[in-house]
């Protein structure tokens, strides 16, 4: 009888051009993780035979091996070896009727009059001869019409005129597709925060660009280790989310907005500018394809602000010459936009509707993020009045794993830190308040978060 033969040790292919060989071999490994090709509790092949595969010294593997446990990728076993460390689940499955504080979507609001203008809408396209139309092969990026809609949303954010650069995608995930296909080949690398949205560091892993990790503090990314980076590993560009940061809800301050400008002009590095929170502060900080609208590819989905539902982002380029370059680049992914939903969000944005939904949304949160400040420790998390995100630092001796775990058990969903690391994941975890159904609900749910909070599990220690 045939026996299943087990798969063949990991064999990475490594850039030897940028970077220490050591760093490189990290990269290889957090990028084949992302991707799946290596999963929790795969054995690594040992230090020395690695070496000798790749030709190099072992000393070399040694320090890859150190880098890839400091980034939480791998733990090691005396007299076992080295093994990929099985991940905190990002997300956790919740049955019916369970609260899924992982999500992170608008919050459901009580204004009728509101939602009596979003069913206007949907009916209006309805109609026999606008349903037609609709109903047919569309100009891949947009109509004219759906572009001056979507340059009109813009236009509380950036400086016209925008609609020969912009193009209407599929959601902000379909147009961070396209600008990576546009900037970035297999083997390249790319300057994200040190922690960063998971689907853009999926998308990067699935088309094998490498990840180069800026550290963070809290005003966001630092623009002296952006600096860095362009001078010693020639990044192909740099995607960060300055507003509302995801997960951390930090906001950027202009002095250092302007810094990673002047500097992405020096290196000749554009900037990847995900806005998808931008529109809900009413006091915004300006946007960087504002001061830098030259080096920024800037992205604006509708799924934060008005709903998921719509699956609707604005791509805006930083010169219109890029234009019929973007198409090709669109018609090779699944980032054409639906006739139906873009002509949805041009209806509500022509007709005032989305103004009135997003209003009526950032009334919402506001109350939400009441709760949260009224009902979480001082001192406990990170959240900004305008978002909604909640970032929660978990004590001693919690663990991100046990946390997610025993608010599962507790029929709510969390989402840890490991989704969004490039490097060593924080003790934390993210919360969203758009999910739950109402203000009870997620009272309760943030009651049970603190009553964790203030019963973490037993420290264990060894005695001798």
Known sequence: MNQAQPEGPWRPSIDRTHGPLYLAIADVMQSDILAGRLRGGDRLPPQRQLAEHLDIDFTTVT????????????????????????????????????????????????????????????????????????????????TEHDRVAGARWLARRLDGPLENRLLVCAGAQGALEIVLNMLAAPGDAICVEALSYSGFLSLAAHQGVRLLPIP?????????????????????ALYCNPTLHNPTTVTMPLARRQALIDI???????????????????????????????????????????????????????????????????????????????????????????DAVLEAIRREVGLRQSLVAEILPAGTFQADPCGSLVWLNLPHPWTRREFVASMRAEAIGVVGSDAFSTGMPPEAVRLGVGVAADHDELARSLHRVAYLLAHPPAATTMVV
């Open 216 to 236: 963070i503090d809290d005003q966001g990314l630092l623009p002296e280790a952006f600096e860095a980076a362009c001078k010693t590993q020639r990044p192909k």
């Open 63 to 142: 320090r890859a091996y150190a880098e890839a446990r400091r980034r939480g990728l791998v733990e090691g076993q005396v007299g076992r070896g080295t093994y990929v460390r099985q991940a905190t689940p990002a997300r956790t499955q919740l049955s019916r009727g369970q609260v899924d504080l992982s999500m992170i979507m608008p919050p459901r609001f009580d204004d009728a009059a509101v939602v009596a203008r979003m069913c206007r809408g949907m009916a209006e396209l309805q109609t026999g001869d606008v349903l037609g139309l609709l109903l047919r092969y569309q100009e891949a990026g947009g």
């Open 264 to 354: 992405a002009r020096r290196y000749h590095v554009p900037i990847i500018e995900d806005d998808a929170h931008g529109a809900l502060p009413l006091h915004p900080e300006p946007a960087l394809a504002r001061l830098g609208p030259d080096v920024v590819y800037y992205i604006a989905g509708l799924a934060k602000c008005l709903s998921p539902a719509l699956r609707i982002a604005y791509l805006v380029l930083p010169d219109p010459r890029q234009f019929t370059g973007a198409i090709h680049a669109m018609r090779g992914t699944a980032a054409v936009a639906s006739p139906l939903t873009a002509a949805l969000a041009t209806q509500w944005i022509e007709d005032g509707t989305a």
